[in-house]
Every structure is written in C-alpha cells, then in structure tokens.
C-alpha cells in the first residue's frame, strides 16, 4: 500500500481520530471533558448552520478518498454537504487541538494533534473537497470555540472564589 495514501486516510478520519483521543485524555476531567463534548457538538452544529447561510460550493471535481469517485456521485446526507464553507474536518481537528492544547500545555501532544490536522487541512485540499480558504476559516472557527469552550470549562471549574471567613484562631508562632 502507498504510505501517502495512509497519510491521506489519517488526514481524512483525522477528526475522528482526534476526538477518539481528546475523550481518552480528557477522562479523568470531567468538566474539561464535559465542555469538550458540547463544544464538538456545537461545532458539527455551527457548521452545518455556517454552510446553509453561506452557501459556498465545494471546488469541482473533488473525490472521495475511499472509492476514488466523484462526490457528486453517491448520495448526499445533508444539503449542507455541497457546500464547503467552512470545512467541517479543519474545525474539528482544530477544535480538538486547540482545546487539548489550552488542557494540557504539552508539547508533545501538541505537536502531534498538529501533525494529524495538518494531514487533515492537506488531505481536503489534496482531494479537492475544499478550498485552501474554506480550510483556513473553518480552522479558525474550530480554534475560537476551543478557546472559549475551555474558559467556560476553566471558570466552571475554578468557581466563584471567595476570601476565607475569620475563625479568630490564635496565632501559633
């Protein structure tokens, strides 16, 4: 098998795969993984919505990565799914990364949910089912809602603070 037609097929389930992961390391925090999930389902929302309103076609002649044909020829599940602004796969992966990014602040994993996305961007280019605009700004919509998915999830979880109340305990010195 061709190595680049693997690289292709993580870069075209690179949404899947890095959600997969996100939920595998967000496990043990579970407002962190709750923010996580209602932002990915607003993300598959909010892109849905974006392609009805804008309504930007795809680039002619994309092809499917698994059969080799034309999209236009096997059926469309949504309207939205001719339309390519933006590109749901760039706001996923982005999302995910971003969000893992902000959690843990590891460069390691970073740099490797950025490799993923990365041959995800690619890949949609490459087959031609988007444009490099139409990757760009459904990255950035994917990095903006990672962003303030996680200041939610981080004021959740910090709270309201509040100053200690005095218990007029002596002073041990």
């Given at each position: 098998?061709?190595?680049?037609?693997?690289?292709?097929?993580?870069?075209?389930?690179?949404p899947?795969?890095?959600?997969?992961?996100?939920?595998?390391?967000?496990?043990?925090?579970?407002?962190?993984?709750?923010?996580?999930?209602i932002g990915i389902?607003?993300?598959?929302?909010?892109?849905?919505?974006?392609?009805?309103?804008?309504?930007?076609p795809?680039?002619?002649?994309?092809?499917?990565?698994?059969?080799?044909?034309?999209?236009?020829?096997?059926?469309r599940?949504?309207?939205?799914?001719?339309?390519?602004?933006?590109?749901g796969?760039a706001?996923?992966?982005?999302?995910?990364?971003?969000?893992?990014?902000?959690?843990?602040?590891?460069?390691?994993?970073?740099?490797?949910?950025?490799?993923?996305?990365?041959?995800?961007?690619?890949?949609?280019?490459?087959y031609?089912?988007?444009t490099?605009?139409?990757?760009?700004?459904?990255?950035?919509?994917g990095?903006l809602?990672?962003?303030?998915?996680?200041?939610?999830?981080?004021?959740?979880?910090?709270?309201?603070?509040?100053?200690?109340?005095?218990?007029?305990?002596?002073?041990i010195?």
């Amino acid at each position: 098998m061709n190595p680049l037609y693997i690289l292709d097929l993580i870069g075209y389930y690179g949404p899947v795969i890095l959600f997969v992961s996100s939920i595998f390391l967000l496990h043990k925090k579970s407002n962190y993984l709750s923010a996580y999930i209602i932002g990915i389902i607003l993300s598959c929302f909010s892109n849905l919505v974006l392609k009805e309103i804008i309504k930007q076609p795809r680039p002619k002649g994309s092809i499917h990565i698994l059969n080799s044909t034309e999209n236009n020829n096997h059926k469309r599940i949504f309207s939205s799914d001719i339309y390519g602004m933006p590109s749901g796969h760039a706001q996923h992966v982005f999302y995910s990364t971003f969000f893992i990014y902000f959690v843990f602040k590891n460069t390691k994993l970073t740099l490797l949910y950025i490799v993923i996305s990365l041959l995800t961007l690619t890949q949609r280019i490459k087959y031609q089912n988007h444009t490099i605009l139409q990757v760009i700004v459904g990255g950035f919509i994917g990095a903006l809602l990672a962003y303030y998915m996680y200041i939610y999830a981080d004021k959740k979880i910090v709270g309201k603070l509040l100053p200690k109340k005095e218990d007029n305990a002596k002073d041990i010195a």
